[in-house]
């Protein structure tokens, strides 16, 4: 979702502000394409000296629809082109984000560092690519499908201007993902290789559990909060205000523990009331329960001090600060979907909260979720809570909603954070897994044949293969007091969404060119050497992220 003017800064003070002045994204009128060649600047990605690529045709034309697009095309172009599609962007404003006009990134880029691999790209000779994915109707939000159409436009529209295209990948971030697998799915014959980065699998996953967090915060800090029974209410400007009131509700408790670190007493719900269990011991517990990350920008899980003095409330802080954008994201994406299924696509009376908390964590986070009996009193109380029932009809669209088949018909790449705090890498768990069995179904089906002495496919190959940015072991500063120090620099790799080094973002981009001409991914050898050579990529092939907590999408 991460966009470069997006922000996530929300408070009720600042929802009440915007319910006046809203306007529209205006649709984009046909224009004839223009083109011009010039200099790209850039530096390189391990020493950050700097450099200009010369020569550059960059081209800026409309689709059929209006949707703006670019290419880049460098004098020294070697055949490969690569096209970007970008996160989830919303249609409508609220504080620190305005719905941008007209192309906005056009290669991986970091949210953190401010900074994107578009020069890199260019003098390494590769082609580039991309569109502001606007529908028909000026429009952003969640149009998984028309996009999908633009793209094919796209593809077929630079493949007819330039002749010297011989592979094509299509790769892009986050919400990026269904566009990108769905695109390989139906036209297999339009790309070589795809990959994300940051990307969303099936979004139903990952909103249930946005919609969760929503839930248990219901429960035990503020009954007024809907949470996702509130979206697809209201369509259009109405329903963006309605989400986001209840994303100020949940901003105005963050903004409290930001203060206090949840020390003070639950004062919800009523059978926990008096019973000594801090506030901060509830938001863990609901972190745990959805699958947040408990390494966060600042905060380690490791590192304490005489305020923070164990490393469970070192996680806890660390919930504490990725808490809001992932329910940012929840709303606003959980909103745009709405308006597709109608309301009620949330259903929590199957629900079991107890096994979402598993025996590890309950272990490893002990002291931070004060204790077995405290343990046990939470999830209790969750247990026997009012549940949210759905609509049967909404909750159907929302499991077919982008549905693909993982039959994965170019090799995929994909590149993820192992505490991204928006689109969790288990996503890239998720989808690893459902491609690896679709190619172990395939590939018994070959031997059978090939026992049989009847074999009519090729050997097939494994569809995709991953690489993990990792944290730093520490990184976690404290002020004079003992305090976290969360306004200090960011950890360099591994947190955050959208946000990779350079140099992460570049072999990734440089091991999909391959695959492109390879037809598949990247043996164990050479996925070892280039991780070994890219400081902070995940070098263990046995390394197994955090899975999703709901994956039946």
């Known amino acids: ?39 790209v600047a850039g530096n390189t990605v391990s020493t950050n000296a700097k450099f200009t690529v010369q020569n550059v045709e960059t081209c800026d034309g409309k689709l059929a629809n209006g949707a703006a697009y670019r290419t880049l095309k460098p004098s020294n172009f070697g055949g490969t082109m690569f096209f970007y599609v970008h996160g989830f ?60 159409s633009m793209l094919k436009e796209l593809v077929q529209k630079t493949n007819t201007k330039y002749t010297d295209i011989n592979k094509t990948v299509v790769y892009g971030s986050s919400g990026g993902g269904p566009v990108i697998q769905k695109f390989g799915e139906s036209n297999p ?61 949940a901003g105005a408790l963050l903004t409290a523990w930001s203060k206090n670190l949840g020390s003070p007493e639950l004062l919800h719900p009523a059978p926990l009331v008096g019973s000594g269990i801090p506030q901060r011991s509830a938001l863990l517990l609901a972190g745990l329960l959805v699958g947040l990350p408990t390494k966060s920008a600042h905060m380690d899980g490791i590192s304490t001090s005489a305020v923070v003095p164990e490393q469970s409330i070192n996680a806890t802080i660390a919930v504490l600060e990725n808490t809001l954008e992932a329910l940012a994201t929840g709303t606003l994406a959980g909103q745009a979907i709405g308006e597709l299924t109608g309301p009620g696509f949330y259903d929590n009376t199957k629900t079991d909260y107890s096994a979402l908390l598993s025996e590890e964590d309950s272990g490893r986070f002990n002291l931070g979720l004060s204790g077995d009996d405290a343990i046990a009193a939470m999830l209790s109380v969750l247990k026997a809570a009012p549940r949210i029932k759905g609509d049967p009809a909404a909750v159907a669209k929302l499991a077919v909603q982008d549905k693909v088949t993982y039959k994965t018909p170019v090799p995929a790449i994909l590149l993820s954070n192992e505490a991204d705090r928006l689109v969790f890498v288990g996503n890239t768990v998720l989808y690893t897994d459902r491609v690896t069995a679709v190619y172990k179904a395939k590939l018994a089906q070959f031997e059978a044949q090939l026992a049989a002495g009847t074999v009519k496919m090729k050997r097939p190959t494994l569809g995709a293969v991953a690489l993990y940015a990792l944290t730093p072991e520490t990184y976690t500063t404290f002020t004079s007091t003992g305090l976290p120090d969360l306004t200090g620099p960011k950890a360099v790799s591994g947190i955050d969404h959208q946000s990779f080094t350079q140099e992460q973002m570049f072999t990734w981009v440089r091991l999909l060119a391959m695959s492109a001409k390879s037809g598949q991914t990247p043996s164990a050898g050479t996925l070892a050497r280039y991780t070994a050579n890219t400081p902070y990529l995940n070098t263990d092939p046995d390394f197994r992220p955090a899975e999703l907590k709901h994956s039946d999408w």
């Open 1 to 39: 979702m991460k966009s470069k003017k997006l922000k996530v800064s929300i408070s009720a003070v600042a929802v009440a502000s915007l319910i006046s002045g809203l306007v529209l994204v205006g649709t984009a009128s046909a224009a004839t394409e223009t083109c011009k060649v010039g200099a």
């Open 89 to 148: 962007r919303p249609s409508f404003p609220y504080p620190g984000y305005t719905p941008p006009t007209g192309v906005e990134e056009v290669s991986p880029y970091s949210a953190n560092t401010k900074s994107d691999i578009t020069a890199q790209m260019l003098r390494a000779g590769y082609g580039i690519a991309t569109w502001d994915r606007v529908s028909a109707n000026g429009m952003h939000g969640w149009n998984v499908d028309d996009s999908v």
């Open 189 to 249: 014959t339009l790309v070589n290789s795809m990959g994300t980065f940051a990307g969303l699998t099936a979004v139903g996953n990952s909103l249930q559990s946005a919609c969760d967090l929503f839930y248990v915060l219901s429960v035990f800090a503020d009954p007024t909060i809907k949470g996702c029974a509130a979206f697809g209410v209201s369509k259009g400007v109405p329903g963006h205000m309605a989400g986001l009131a209840e994303l100020g509700k």
